[in-house]
């Protein structure tokens, strides 16, 4: 596989809805560890494996962001249901740097998922927590939080995406992110690797 780095919107497998892991081996524990590293040096509390350019549906968080505490968690095909109440909250993102906006989400939720050592994950989680799996389970099904924000709030950071989507031109045409089919073709190699 090739060096992880965090992807930036709008790359095509931000939007890639990706499929239920069925192999864990050394090589993507090895990815997982990569994913906590990236995400502590862009300073984030949680990270999804498409914002590392990976189908794979399997996030991790730290919500003290700070590998020397907190705890390192690993979400592997998880699934929310039971979602109670409403709280409004900023989030940002590591794949939309220095863009922020606010987005109301479910209050409180239950998660089942598997951890790295095939663990069974079944909590009923609220605050913080259950705002970031919310977050990163989206990712996971190609949906940012940008999507979920009020058109009034999401025309105040349409020039910051415009940006974005220059950038991410300029970076097609040098050749450095392939085009959408090429992409699709690599992701669909990983995914015979590892989500049959
Ligand atoms: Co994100």
């Known amino acids: 596989m090739q060096a992880l780095k ?3 919107y709008p790359h095509p497998t931000l939007r890639h809805k990706s499929k239920p892991v069925t192999r864990v081996d050394a090589q993507l524990k090895q990815t997982v560890n990569e994913m906590f590293q990236l995400m502590y040096k862009a300073k984030g509390i949680g990270l999804a494996a498409n914002q590392v350019d990976l189908p794979l549906r399997l996030f991790v968080i730290n919500l003290s962001g700070d590998p020397d505490e907190g705890e390192e968690r690993v979400f592997i095909n998880p699934v929310i249901s039971k979602p109670k109440g409403q709280a409004e909250a900023d989030e940002g993102c590591l794949s939309i740097p220095q863009v922020n906006g606010t987005v109301l989400r479910p209050s409180k939720i239950h998660i089942s998922a598997y951890d790295l050592n095939g663990a069974e994950i079944d909590e009923t989680v609220d605050g913080l927590l259950a705002r970031a799996i919310l977050h990163e389970t989206d990712h996971l099904d190609g ?3 940008i999507d979920r924000m009020s058109d009034t709030s999401k025309k105040t950071i349409d020039g910051l995406l ?4 220059n950038e991410h031109k300029a970076l097609v045409s040098s050749g450095e992110i392939p085009d959408p089919q090429t992409n ?3 992701l669909a190699e990983i995914e015979a690797r590892y989500c049959n």
């Open 143 to 145: 949906v940012l939080f």
């Open 162 to 165: 415009y940006e974005f989507e």
């Open 184 to 186: 699709a073709k690599r």
């Open 6 to 8: 965090i992807i930036h």
